[in-house]
């Protein structure tokens, strides 16, 4: 598998959510019936050929680890949590800080990839931690609340966000003070489960995409994280779980998810199962080996690469927490329903947070903030004053705080620079309900950018995705394959190609050089009036028109 592969890591497994560890470890539960340690194994051979091998372990979700009295989290009906580890309980320093350790000094492993983390986090309502929480809110409740209605809720969630993020600090900062060269990463950290600043030093942000509706589950999770500002990838499954059936995805379909990522200048890995015994399944090298040549065929034009767009759509912060159930539960209907629809127009979109707002207010031609109840005051005042700056914004909900904060800054913009529409529909809502909101979303954005950067031409909507990316002197056309019902279709077997179509692409200058990439093939193309047109003869996963100016 190696030797066709080539990969630049590989993650195994080392401890899953059941809590069992793969090596003979001296802390926690190791997993019976092994004869040799398979972990060894794995470093001896990875080690002989250069390659980096990580390991998956779960985090805050360990069944076993919750069994010890004090271990688990303490759930509002007084019983122990059966999968949640508590902040307050010794797991970190008696378990996890000394499984990373062993695995990092006694087997030489590079790096940990750290599932079950942030998403599993629960509220806890042992002793400890509502005495804290009290405490901090310096006699504000009288109690944890129970329920979403009750007072202090948004707070007692919040106080399990910054629970979390000093414990991520902690391993973060334990690991790198006794083994400097290992690298650490939660899974999903920083990400659409937790929109926010990063501000732990992990060395890289990563996530899983579900093996439901992966193409649009790609599309969000990978363009925020491309605004985060830290090394970052994504890993597809290889495989679909239907009902009791697993059903094993063709090379086609894993390299249009990868191609959804690598587009937005991140890396990607691939989770193939093991066998029982920790070995390879060597009846999936042949898709490994046709996904890895996909990739690294695109590698160079990929990799580094910086998105450049029109739009920016609002993963806002304080609508994702805002009376959140669950503290790093995802919050993202409302994203999803703005942004499908702007990329099957032929848009190209970055999703931003707040922070990334903030950072350059005038930097996309229109930003969307999709919302159901109306911006909160941050997100307000950040629209407030692109608008005040002459930005044009386009916001859908109750416009009340975003009119208050217009008004606190003397805001003087013209009432065309914003676009106020109904709320976004419910997910639960019917088809033609979301298909008005799409139409006026995209009646708006066209009025307020009449002349885009991209047009696409001679493709049925929907079936192209386009994403423009800089790396140093290169501009970076990638239409990418997304044809199909891929949104209902756990399995699609075949990805019929699209093509021959044209890109008319607004630049100040006629390029010196136009290829087709991978492969630097011969394209057709032509320069007038300020327009790059492009003939693409045929796009079946994912092409790349690099210009050179």
Not at 314 to 341: C, D, I, M
Not at 416 to 444: C, G, H, Q, W
């Amino acid at each position: 598998m190696l030797d066709r592969v080539r990969p630049d890591f590989v993650q195994v497994d080392g401890k899953g959510h059941a809590g069992y560890a793969s090596w003979p470890t001296r802390h926690g539960v190791a997993a019976p019936g092994f004869v040799r340690d398979a972990l060894k194994v794995w470093r001896d051979v990875t080690a002989a050929r250069g390659v980096s091998l990580y390991v998956h372990y779960s985090g805050v979700w360990d069944g076993m680890a919750v069994k010890r009295p004090g271990w688990a989290v303490q759930r509002a009906d007084g019983k122990a949590d059966e999968r949640a580890t508590s902040f307050w309980g010794p797991y970190l320093e008696t378990q996890m800080l000394p499984q990373l350790r062993e695995l990092a000094g006694d087997y030489g492993v590079d790096g940990v990839w750290v599932d079950g983390d942030c998403w599993a986090v629960e509220l806890d309502y042992r002793p400890e931690a509502v005495e804290e929480f009290l405490r901090q809110t310096e006699g504000r409740f009288s109690t944890a609340p129970r329920r979403a209605a009750e007072p202090g809720w948004d707070a007692f969630v919040d106080f399990h966000r910054a629970a979390y993020r000093r414990y991520l600090s902690r391993y973060v900062a334990a690991m790198a003070a006794s083994h400097p060269a290992f690298e650490v990463c939660s899974n999903w950290a920083f990400s659409d489960h937790m929109p926010e600043p990063v501000s732990v030093p992990v060395a890289l942000l990563s996530g899983d995409l579900s093996f439901k509706d992966s193409v649009n589950a790609a599309r969000l999770g990978a363009r925020y994280l491309a605004g985060q500002g830290r090394p970052w990838d994504l890993m597809a499954w290889s495989f679909v779980l239907d009902g009791d059936r697993r059903r094993d995805k063709g090379a086609r379909q894993i390299e249009r998810e990868l191609a959804l990522v690598m587009a937005q200048g991140g890396a990607v890995q691939v989770y193939f199962g093991q066998n029982r015994d920790a070995s390879v399944d060597l009846d999936a090298v042949a898709v490994m080996g046709e996904v890895a040549d996909f990739c690294r065929a695109r590698q160079a034009w990929v990799q580094g690469a910086a998105p450049i767009s029109d739009i920016a759509v609002v993963l806002s912060k304080e609508s994702a927490y805002r009376g959140n159930p669950s503290p790093f539960g995802r919050r993202q209907a409302e994203v999803r329903e703005a942004l499908r629809p702007l990329v099957e127009a032929g848009w190209t979109v970055d999703v931003v947070g707040e922070h990334s707002l903030r950072a350059d207010l005038l930097r996309h031609r229109v930003v969307v903030a999709p919302e159901r109840a109306g911006p909160g005051p941050e997100l307000a005042a950040l629209l407030a004053q692109r608008a005040a700056q002459g930005g044009s914004v386009v916001m859908a909900g109750s416009s009340s705080a975003f009119e208050a904060a217009r008004a606190s800054v003397g805001a003087t913009a013209s009432a065309a620079s914003v676009v106020i529409l109904p709320p976004v529909p419910e997910a639960a809502a019917t088809v033609e309900a979301k298909s008005l909101f799409a139409d006026s979303l995209l009646s708006a954005v066209e009025g307020l950018v009449p002349t885009p950067s991209l047009r696409l031409l001679g493709a049925p909507e929907g079936a192209l995705e386009l994403v423009t990316t800089r790396k140093g002197d290169e501009l970076m056309l990638h239409l990418i394959n997304t044809s199909g019902p891929h949104a209902t279709e756990l399995i699609m077997d075949r990805i019929e190609p699209v093509g021959p179509v044209a890109v008319e692409w607004r630049r100040p200058k006629q390029p010196r050089e136009v290829t087709l990439q991978p492969g630097a093939r011969r394209v057709e193309w032509t320069y007038a009036a300020g327009v790059v047109r492009v003939t693409v003869p045929r796009v079946d996963v994912h092409e790349i028109v690099v210009v050179r100016e």
